[in-house]
Antibody, heavy 116, light 110 residues
């Protein structure tokens, strides 16, 4: 079955950097675009970034553009989110999810906490 | 595109029906004829789970008491008979005009 497992979250000071990873299995990873979606504590869902299956397109939310880079390694079935210049507003649970009809499968998320 | 859900909080009675609406600031009909409006359920402490895609298509394993309907700018998620396991927050999402992909604020079923 499809599994998405996020990792790399943690506590970081404002201005710091973090790299999130998502390990995918149970489907043909190289055929699908992938997204990151985040959820601040007690709040709703916010789309963060997308990468096409062949990396030909990458899109970002305005709130993170210029500070976050999405990438993938199809040989390892991995997708990454490199985050820099973090602010307390980036504190959230970060989910990776696949593009099939938008967000068919979700991981459990990895928590990023940015302290001021 | 702004999605506005109503109500934001919905007290329910087990065994009774429930309905959530999602209004879009613009039509969600894409040039390909499809309408990319999805519904998600998030139970307490869990990741979101997609229930419905493209307005009315139920995902595998989703009970048939859940149904989606609507067109253009107005959409509805209905639960024919609420069960205890349905308690949580429900979100609509649009993927017609993206980026960015946008979500509604969420409706808490309680």
């Amino acid at each position: 079955q499809v599994q998405l497992v996020e990792s790399g979250g943690g506590e970081v000071q404002a201005g710091g950097s973090l790299r999130l990873s998502c390990a995918a299995s149970g489907f043909t990873f190289s055929a699908y675009g992938m997204h990151w979606v985040r959820q601040p504590p007690g709040k709703g869902l916010e789309w963060v970034a997308f990468i096409r299956s062949d990396e030909s397109d990458k899109y970002y939310a305005d709130s993170v553009r210029g500070r976050i880079t999405i990438s993938r390694d199809n040989s390892r079935n991995m997708v990454y989110l490199q985050m820099s210049s973090l602010t307390p507003e980036d504190t959230a649970l970060y989910f990776c999810t696949n593009h099939a009809e938008f967000f068919q499968h979700w991981g459990r998320g990895t928590l990023v906490t940015v302290s001021s | 595109v702004v999605l506005t859900q109503s109500p934001l909080s919905l007290p329910v009675i087990l065994g009774q029906p429930a309905s959530i609406t999602c209004m879009s600031s613009q039509s969600l009909v894409k040039y390909d004829g499809n309408t990319y409006l999805n519904w998600f359920q998030q139970r307490p402490g869990q990741s979101p789970r997609r229930l419905i895609y493209r307005v009315s298509n139920r995902d595998s394993g989703v009970p048939d008491r859940f149904s989606g309907s609507g067109s253009a700018t107005f959409f509805t998620l209905k639960i024919s008979s609420v069960e205890a396991e349905d308690i949580g927050i429900y979100y609509c999402m649009q993927g017609t005009h993206w980026p960015p992909i946008t979500f509604g604020q969420g409706t808490r079923l309680e």
